[in-house]
């Protein structure tokens, strides 16, 4: 009964009060305002209702004075300044005290007066801003603000030197960007409202973006506007780089540019090497990414292949050579070029492509046609048409999900018999993927997904065998065995992958235990300790070629270690200074045993060697001859 009362105390104990929100900067410097500190007169009304908050960019003018009325500084001409407005943002922007609370209490086109104390200036203490020469920081001072205008604005650059206002909003959310061809309308007017240039009439202008056509802040606002768009993009002297568009900037502190983004065609270098272009030609139906066969899918596209030569020879035609019938694939099953897959990946249905291809993403890895010339680059207009997305496997009962892993298991192995290991692996991997959402209901069921899975962890071994990644394909052995330490299979093929990285004592472990685990297996052992001895005798071979009297020094003498004894590697001055070369060479290989050390037993835990002039020559040499039974080699 005390159980039960205690747990009903603690099932309707009130909440933990909320933490408290941390103050920001600003909220803690306005705890700093005192009663008189500062003061607001309005000299003009302004108009409207809003007033700024948060996130606003505030344009306005400011003239300083004494509290004689002598001007200590100002933004407007008439007295004595450059007729260039401030700019701010609000929350971001660092601002004096007394405008950080003054300002938001204005209108659009409001005057006011705001009489402040040193700390509401700059003499607060540890002030964000710095003072400007000459000012009186311990005196009053009365700050005569002109609100000319503000709104919300997205901070482009982290120096606030490039901003921009939105007018109006655009369409989608793609945003151009390196190397993308962009069109829009632009004019440009100095601070203090002088136009620059307008090119708002005739054609739009054209560029290619990340090309430094543009000055570099324009540039930067624009990689943030969508198709459509209209918005000024503040941009001050620091962002504002020489360009054909706008060659003079010497003198200019900032210019408002105001842009209406027209139009702008993806162009994506696929690789980032500039040798895979993809130039889209015509948009497609729905938004990128997201509407794009980015995962295997089943393709129909239109395609026209062409030679880059002067004639533009096309070597291939769907509409024409394919009797108007489009090409039907399936993607991640290298039935086409690299290149030309890597591309419709990246397209949206109904979308029309131009690609140029290098010859190793095009037919030099890929059944070339007839009239295509070795190591061409070529280029391909392509039509997307349409996709199917594989099947979905929600809702499928446990018999469904395992007759679809069958069938991506069997284009996986189709792929390895065809030597294309990485795209195997890319259907293996995929299976694990959507195996961990798999939840069997009986233990037949359970048996049988465990024994798919880990055949197919086996083949992912087995394809970074072929693939060269001896380590990755052990882990991917572990996988299973960490579940199965007796698994045969696994550790057939974990040994391989031992003897592949020349790691031979454990691959000869992983081969005892084969035949512990099951008597059955003892052929297969049998020939694998067959190539492994020959592995160990190759390996013995080449490092007594390559590191020929590298142990028979007598001490105090230094061993050099020999590659290869070339002619080319002695200058060919004359006869009789090869033969001295060579004698010196002799002299120096004196035969004497080095010293050597067995391996501890397997069951002890050996210390770490020290690395001497061999493991510093030979890094991977040190595990060679451990395996064949010498811990280190020492030279005297």
């Known amino acids: 009964m005390a159980v039960e009362e205690e747990a009903e105390q603690q099932e309707f104990a009130p909440p933990p009060p909320p933490k408290k929100k941390e103050l920001s900067d600003d909220d803690k410097r306005r705890k700093k305002l005192v009663p008189g500190g500062l003061l607001k007169a309005e000299l003009r009304p302004g108009g409207g209702d809003s007033k700024p908050s948060d996130g606003d960019q505030v344009i306005y003018h400011c003239t300083t004075r004494t509290l004689e009325g002598v001007v200590v500084q100002s933004t407007k001409k008439e007295c004595g300044g450059k007729g260039i407005p401030i700019r701010h943002v609000l929350g971001k922007s660092k601002l004096i005290l007394g405008l950080l609370e003054g300002i938001p209490t204005m209108l659009k086109g409001e005057v006011a007066m705001f009489k402040m104390k040193p700390g509401m200036h700059y003499g607060e203490a540890d002030c964000p801003v710095s003072a400007p020469e000459n000012l009186p920081k311990d005196d009053d001072l009365q700050f005569e603000i002109e609100l000319i205008d503000f709104g919300k604005a997205k901070v482009v650059s982290e120096d606030f030197g490039v901003v921009k206002k939105i007018i109006k909003e655009g369409q989608g959310w793609e945003s151009p960007r390196a190397p993308y061809e962009v ?3 632009i004019s440009a007017k100095t601070g203090d409202g002088k136009l620059i240039l307008s090119h708002t009439e005739g054609e739009p202008f054209f560029f290619t973006f990340g090309k430094s056509e543009v000055p570099e802040g ?11 768009e209209k ?5 001050n002297s620091q962002h504002l780089t020489q360009s054909p568009f706008l060659p003079e900037v010497e003198g200019v502190e900032e210019v408002h540019f105001e842009v209406e983004l027209v139009h702008f065609i993806q162009v994506r270098d696929v690789l980032g090497d500039g040798r895979l272009i993809k130039r889209r ?3 497609g139906r729905g938004e990128f990414p997201m509407d794009c066969p980015l995962h295997d899918s089943q393709l129909r596209v239109h ?3 062409m030679l880059l030569d002067e004639k533009k020879t096309v070597f291939y035609d769907t509409r024409v050579d394919n009797d108007g019938q489009p090409l039907e694939f399936s993607s991640g099953e290298g039935l086409v070029p690299e290149g030309f897959e890597m591309c419709v990946r990246l397209m949206l249905p109904g979308e029309i492509a131009l690609v140029t291809c290098p010859p190793d993403y095009a037919y030099d890895k890929f059944p070339r046609p007839a009239n295509v010339p070795e190591g061409a680059y070529v280029q391909w207009e392509i039509e997307l048409l349409g996709f199917e997305m594989p099947k979905d496997w929600t809702g499928l009962n446990f018999r469904s999900i395992m007759d679809e892993a069958e069938k991506i298991r069997c284009t996986g192995n189709r792929l390895f018999k065809e030597g294309k290991y990485e795209l195997a692996k890319a259907k293996y991997d995929k299976l694990l993927r ?5 939840n069997p209901q009986d233990d037949e069921e359970g048996k049988e997904f465990v024994n798919t899975r880990n055949m197919l962890h086996l083949n992912v071994a087995a394809c970074y065998l072929k693939m060269g990644e001896c380590r990755k394909s052990i882990e991917a052995c572990d996988k299973v065995l960490d579940t199965n330490p007796v698994h045969v299979k696994a550790l057939y093929r974990r040994g391989m992958a031992h003897m592949s990285a020349g790691d031979f004592e454990e691959a000869r472990s992983d081969f005892n235990m084969m035949i512990k685990a099951d008597k059955s297996s003892e052929p297969d052992a049998t020939a694998a300790f067959q190539k492994l001895k020959q592995k160990e005798h190759e390996a013995m071979r080449k490092a007594k070629e390559q590191f020929k009297g590298l142990f ?3 001490p105090g003498e230094i061993a050099d270690v020999i590659t290869e004894n070339k002619e080319e590697d002695i200058p060919e001055e004359n006869q009789e200074n090869r033969l001295k070369i060579r004698n010196r060479r002799k002299q120096t290989r004196t035969a004497e045993d080095s010293d050597r050390e067995k391996v501890e037993e397997e069951n002890e835990a050996p210390a770490g060697p020290r690395l001497g002039l061999f493991s510093r020559i030979w890094p991977s040499g040190r595990r060679l001859f451990s395996s064949l039974g010498l811990d280190r080699c020492t030279i005297l």
Do not use: P, Q
């Not at 918005?231 to 941009?235: F, G, L, R, S, T």
């Not at 959507?434 to 798999?438: D, Q």
């Open 183 to 185: 069109k829009a309308w």
């Open 218 to 228: 324009l540039e930067m606002g624009m990689g943030t506007m969508s198709r459509g």
């Open 231 to 235: 918005a000024m993009i503040y941009v």
């Open 281 to 283: 030609i015509c948009d």
């Open 303 to 305: 395609y026209k292949g």
């Open 434 to 438: 959507e195996f961990n959402h798999v």
């Open 552 to 554: 028979d020094k007598k």
